[in-house]
Nanobody, 117 residues
Framework: QVQLVESGGGLVQPGGSLRLSCAAS????????MGWYRQVPGKQRDLVAT???????NYADSVKGRFTITRDNAKSTVYLQMNSLKPEDTAVYSC???????????WGQGTQVTVSS
């Protein structure tokens, strides 16, 4: 089973930027649709962005124009570039891998992003 390790979270001021990374331990990264989700305490986990192996992307309306999801299939890594961050972006961000054939889904451990002055 694929394992996911996220990095890049932290504290940033409003208007700032962060880049999250998620490294997958698999030699068949191209068989996974990758995604980023976020969750705040007491609320459900929400979709942020997804990207297929072919590069097709999908974003939550709240992050369109500010966040960019990319992937490097050679490095088995997916990234989330977050610009113009707002306090309401504060959450635990988790990486997700969805196998396109088995539909098995795997989650990373999550990384905290805090946007505050």
């Amino acid at each position: 089973q694929v394992q996911l390790v996220e990095s890049g979270g932290g504290l940033v001021q409003p208007g700032g930027s962060l880049r999250l990374s998620c490294a997958a331990s698999t030699s068949i990264f191209s068989r996974y649709t990758m995604g980023w989700y976020r969750q705040v305490p007491g609320k459900q986990r929400d979709l942020v962005a997804t990207i297929t192996s072919g590069g097709t992307t999908n974003y939550a309306d709240s992050v369109k124009g500010r966040f960019t999801i990319t992937r490097d299939n050679a490095k088995s890594t997916v990234y989330l570039q977050m610009n113009s961050l707002k306090p309401e972006d504060t959450a635990v961000y988790s990486c997700n891998a969805l196998h396109i054939f088995t539909l098995r889904t795997t989650w990373g451990q999550g990384t905290q992003v805090t946007v505050s002055s």
